[in-house]
């Protein structure tokens, strides 16, 4: 995105939704660059001049104004730069918020020569960092495919994810305040969006699946009958046994059931 004067002003400093894709990708060059660009050395990267920068940034505004015409609901906080609520140094840059999902709404062009996936996995990062920065547990993707109307795709927050960002984030910024330049990271795969139903039938899970139901119920049965056992043993009893079990009580006042006759 290609930001005004006052956005730019307002994320001076700080890790935004799109400077943290390079550390969660392991981008060597693109680190060493933020690096540069974060302690003064290099002025930011002119975008202006680069095409698909251009068509997502000459798209933005269209692509929300059709989720409002397409949902009958408004969009707000379009272009408003967030700040972290406890990490001084985060921050993300919306392109729109939905009161109505309570989440940021992310707006993309792209050609439609790749998979819907592997658009979703690419910007992870962004999607990812926008729900820590502003709490949300999902960020609407919105996708301008080609020429077609935006396709909505919704990300939900990945924990782990979300940790690793965190750390990785801390990381820089020390290296940042210490003018000392970054080490190598090794990239950090997308969240798997589990979504996929399958049928297994093989014979291993079959097997496994089979002696899981008829050993359930009686696992069940079989911790039922032990509390029920061991509430009946005595305060002062050291041992019981009877029909077969035996209860022992320890120096430290626990109990333990045992086939009798087995230590």
């Known amino acids: 995105m290609v930001l005004s004067a006052a956005q730019r002003q307002a994320r001076n400093g700080l890790l935004t939704s799109s400077r943290i894709a390079c550390l969660m990708k392991g981008d060597a060059e693109a680190i060493l660059r933020l690096y540069r660009e974060m302690i003064g050395e290099e002025t930011e990267e002119d975008l202006s001049r680069v095409w698909a920068v251009r068509l997502g940034e000459a798209t933005e505004a269209l692509n929300l104004d059709w989720w409002e015409l ?117 990239p950090v795969p997308p969240p798997i969006e589990a979504s996929k139903v399958y049928e297994m039938s093989d014979d291993k899970w079959r097997a496994h699946a089979a002696n899981w139901l008829q050993t359930n119920g009686a696992a069940e049965i079989a911790k039922k009958c032990e509390r029920e056992l061991k509430a009946m043993v005595p305060a002062d009893a050291k041992l019981c046994h009877g029909w077969g079990v035996r209860i022992s009580r320890d120096r430290a006042g626990r109990l333990s059931l045992r086939e009798n006759g087995n230590e």
């Not at 408004?74 to 999902?101: K, N, Q």
């Not at 439609?112 to 926008?130: F, H, K, M, N, S």
């Open 70 to 186: 397409k949902q009958g609901r408004p969009l707000g906080r379009r272009g408003e730069v967030i700040r972290h609520s406890t990490l001084p140094w985060a921050a993300c840059t919306l392109d729109g918020w939905s009161d109505e999902h309570e989440c940021p709404v992310e707006c993309k062009h792209v050609g439609g020569r790749e998979p819907l996936t592997t658009v979703i996995d690419r910007y992870a990062p962004q999607t990812q960092w926008q729900m820590e920065v502003t709490g949300a547990e999902q960020c609407a993707l919105s996708i301008i495919v080609g020429a077609n109307e935006p396709i909505v795709e919704w990300v939900q927050r990945d924990d782990d994810y979300a940790a690793e960002m965190i750390r990785r984030g801390g990381q820089f910024m020390r290296c940042i305040a210490m003018r000392t330049p970054p080490i190598a990271l090794a």
